[in-house]
């Protein structure tokens, strides 16, 4: 009895440690690696930063608070509030739990228009005997994409059909 005793305490004891260290973060680890990521891949890094001292002073400040954290969810605090230094709205990071769920594409429920190029387009649009302002060929600034848009068959609304486009998920 005495001997399982002894095994029980030890294989709780060596549990514990193991339990604890899964819900642990290295959160200076994160911290640099987001600034590595920031400083190599955001167009705007130069422009806000200039000759880096005040973000390196930030970048310090945050390391040093991150010494203190051992929680994703904490972590996650002190990078945004290291983020927001840059005041855009497109840096951010977030946590969602333990579980990484990649993105799924989901079908649209979007009009087609089978094999309609510029030219079927353009032709609809010649055979449309009084159009309105909003009906006709559409295209992005810099040509991300290209649509057609017209009044939708109930007359209450438009429609969207895409000609072309560089993002082949669209």
Same mark, same amino acid.
């Given at each position: 009895?005495?001997?399982?005793?002894?095994?029980?305490?030890?294989?709780?004891?060596?549990? @514990? !440690?193991?339990?604890?260290? =899964?819900?642990?973060?290295?959160?200076?680890?994160?911290?640099?690696?987001?600034?590595?990521?920031?400083?190599?891949?955001? !167009?705007?890094?130069?422009?806000?930063?200039?000759?880096?001292?005040?973000? =390196?002073?930030?970048?310090?400040? @945050?390391?040093?608070?991150?010494?203190?954290?051992?929680? !994703?969810?904490?972590? =996650?605090?002190?990078?945004?509030?290291?983020?927001?230094?840059?005041?855009?709205?497109?840096?951010?990071?977030?946590?969602?739990?333990?579980?990484?769920?990649?993105?799924?594409?989901?079908?649209? $429920?979007? !009009?087609?228009?089978?094999?309609?190029?510029?030219?079927?387009?353009?032709?609809?649009?010649?055979?449309?005997?009084?159009?309105?302002?909003?009906?006709?060929?559409?295209?992005?600034?810099?040509?991300?994409?290209?649509?057609?848009?017209?009044?939708?068959?109930?007359?209450?609304?438009?429609?969207?059909?895409?000609?072309?486009?560089?993002?082949? $998920?669209?």
């Amino acid at each position: 009895m005495q001997k399982l005793f002894w095994l029980l305490l030890f294989l709780i004891c060596s549990m @514990a !440690p193991a339990h604890s260290v =899964q819900d642990n973060c290295n959160c200076q680890a994160n911290i640099d690696s987001v600034y590595h990521h920031i400083r190599i891949n955001y !167009p705007g890094f130069q422009l806000k930063t200039g000759k880096g001292t005040a973000i =390196q002073s930030v970048y310090s400040e @945050a390391r040093l608070k991150a010494l203190k954290v051992s929680s !994703p969810k904490d972590c =996650q605090k002190i990078i945004n509030t290291f983020l927001s230094w840059f005041g855009d709205g497109h840096l951010g990071v977030s946590y969602s739990g333990d579980v990484f769920k990649p993105k799924t594409h989901k079908i649209q $429920n979007t !009009p087609v228009w089978p094999n309609l190029t510029e030219s079927v387009a353009r032709r609809f649009l010649d055979s449309i005997p009084h159009p309105d302002s909003l009906t006709g060929i559409w295209e992005s600034y810099e040509s991300f994409y290209k649509t057609l848009i017209c009044k939708s068959a109930d007359d209450k609304g438009y429609q969207a059909f895409l000609i072309q486009t560089i993002n082949q $998920n669209w």
